[in-house]
């Protein structure tokens, strides 16, 4: 190809799947939240566990649209590395400001070093490279195959699947210990959704989009339910040995929400972009990075300012909790931070700005 066609559908995907991080990222009340808006304990899969996979598996289909149609020009390839590489990095340093800006403004917060941003800008580029350098799909798919098994062999090796005794978290103690997400002083044991080993499947999730991606635009869209079928199946069967684990971010888990990634895709396919129904999420999803950047700077300087409380105690609180639950209010709140931010992108794709980094 050697021009990108844009899809409706992946915009108005990624668009939903951000505006799903802003909700479950800012309840009212965090000891009032209803359970599907939480994220597993530990082992199992709730919805709020399907939002990150979902954004990293639109990465990989965005990405392998734009540089096949960059590769087919006969673009320069160490131009077009050079570029990725260069944006992967200002992704991940993004990431980086957000959390120094979060350490100075919240009371009793710690830097952390990994995270969201950083996460995906290190699958971008790795995906990335993957796909200029690994032109064959037959290799492709050997190399995360392989990758996958890898991993589920370093964490059998690792002896336990259990927190803090699994491979995952003494890798991620050893190296980022203070600067993780979470670490306790007196057992100087630490934890990282956002870890390093465990990125190595977080790759996986943007080579699903990848192919996912590629199969949409070439109008195979009964592969693709296939292709879900089929890896519906593996990961419930590899679910009885390696269970659905976010934080692990297992090969089961991968396989689990790369399928209904896939479908998803295919059903928005189908309804917008072949039927043209509305690409609700589009705006989101056009400034995806600048929503989630935003948002995060928002709650910050909300927190800072004690607003957030305010907002809730004054305003959310005593029209809600006694009329329906605490959890519904903490509820209402989080749609209401959502809308702000639905409203804000609405307003600049009407104006055509779009800011990428």
């Given at each position: 190809?050697s021009?990108?066609?844009?899809?409706?559908?992946?915009?108005a995907?990624?668009g939903l799947t951000v505006?799903a991080?802003?909700?479950v990222n800012?309840?009212?009340?965090?000891?009032h939240?209803?359970?599907w808006?939480?994220?597993?304990a530990?082992?199992?899969?709730?919805?709020a566990d399907?939002i990150?996979p979902f954004?990293?598996?639109?990465?990989g289909?965005?990405?392998a649209m734009?540089?096949d149609?960059?590769l087919g020009?006969?673009?320069?390839?160490a131009?077009?590395?050079k570029g990725?590489l260069?944006r992967s990095l200002?992704?991940?340093?993004?990431g980086?400001?957000l959390?120094?800006?979060?350490?100075?403004?919240?009371d009793?917060?710690?830097?952390?070093?990994?995270?969201v941003?950083?996460?995906i800008?290190?699958?971008?580029?790795?995906?990335a490279?993957?796909?200029?350098h690994?032109r064959q799909?037959?290799?492709?798919?050997m190399i995360c195959?392989?990758?996958?098994l890898?991993y589920?062999a370093l964490l059998a090796?690792?002896?336990?699947y259990?927190?803090?005794?699994?491979?995952?978290?003494?890798i991620?103690?050893?190296?980022l210990?203070k600067?993780?997400?979470?670490y306790?002083v007196q057992?100087?044991?630490?934890?990282e959704?956002e870890?390093?080993?465990?990125t190595l499947?977080?790759?996986?999730s943007?080579?699903f989009?990848?192919?996912?991606?590629?199969a949409m635009?070439?109008g195979?869209?009964?592969?693709?339910?296939?292709?879900a079928?089929g890896?519906?199946?593996?990961a419930?069967?590899?679910?009885?040995?390696?269970?659905?684990?976010k934080?692990?971010?297992t090969?089961?888990?991968?396989?689990w929400?790369?399928a209904w990634?896939i479908?998803?895709l295919l059903?928005?396919?189908?309804?917008i972009d072949k039927?043209?129904w509305?690409a609700?999420g589009?705006s989101?999803?056009?400034?995806?990075?600048?929503?989630?950047a935003g948002?995060?700077?928002?709650t910050c300087v909300l927190?800072?300012?004690g607003?957030?409380n305010?907002?809730?105690?004054?305003?959310?609180?005593p029209?809600?909790v006694?009329r329906f639950s605490?959890?519904?209010?903490?509820?209402?709140?989080?749609a209401a931070?959502?809308?702000?931010?639905?409203?804000?992108?609405f307003?600049?794709n009407?104006?055509?700005?779009r800011?990428t980094?």
């Amino acid at each position: 190809m050697s021009t990108v066609k844009r899809y409706a559908a992946l915009d108005a995907m990624r668009g939903l799947t951000v505006a799903a991080m802003l909700f479950v990222n800012n309840a009212g009340d965090w000891s009032h939240v209803f359970p599907w808006l939480e994220h597993a304990a530990w082992h199992g899969c709730t919805p709020a566990d399907f939002i990150f996979p979902f954004f990293l598996f639109i990465l990989g289909a965005s990405l392998a649209m734009s540089l096949d149609a960059q590769l087919g020009k006969g673009m320069d390839v160490a131009a077009v590395r050079k570029g990725i590489l260069w944006r992967s990095l200002r992704m991940f340093l993004l990431g980086v400001v957000l959390h120094l800006i979060a350490w100075a403004l919240i009371d009793g917060r710690h830097f952390r070093l990994m995270g969201v941003l950083q996460r995906i800008g290190i699958c971008y580029a790795v995906a990335a490279c993957l796909i200029i350098h690994v032109r064959q799909l037959s290799r492709q798919v050997m190399i995360c195959i392989a990758a996958m098994l890898a991993y589920w062999a370093l964490l059998a090796w690792g002896g336990s699947y259990e927190p803090h005794l699994n491979l995952v978290d003494k890798i991620d103690t050893a190296i980022l210990g203070k600067l993780a997400y979470s670490y306790d002083v007196q057992t100087g044991l630490a934890q990282e959704p956002e870890g390093l080993l465990s990125t190595l499947m977080a790759m996986a999730s943007a080579l699903f989009g990848v192919w996912a991606g590629r199969a949409m635009r070439d109008g195979q869209l009964k592969q693709m339910l296939a292709g879900a079928a089929g890896l519906i199946l593996l990961a419930l069967i590899w679910a009885a040995y390696l269970p659905f684990n976010k934080q692990l971010w297992t090969p089961s888990f991968v396989c689990w929400t790369s399928a209904w990634a896939i479908l998803l895709l295919l059903v928005m396919h189908v309804l917008i972009d072949k039927q043209g129904w509305p690409a609700i999420g589009k705006s989101f999803g056009v400034n995806a990075i600048a929503a989630y950047a935003g948002a995060w700077l928002a709650t910050c300087v909300l927190a800072w300012t004690g607003w957030d409380n305010l907002i809730y105690q004054q305003i959310f609180a005593p029209a809600l909790v006694s009329r329906f639950s605490a959890d519904s209010s903490s509820f209402a709140y989080a749609a209401a931070f959502t809308l702000v931010f639905a409203a804000l992108t609405f307003a600049m794709n009407k104006k055509g700005w779009r800011i990428t980094i």
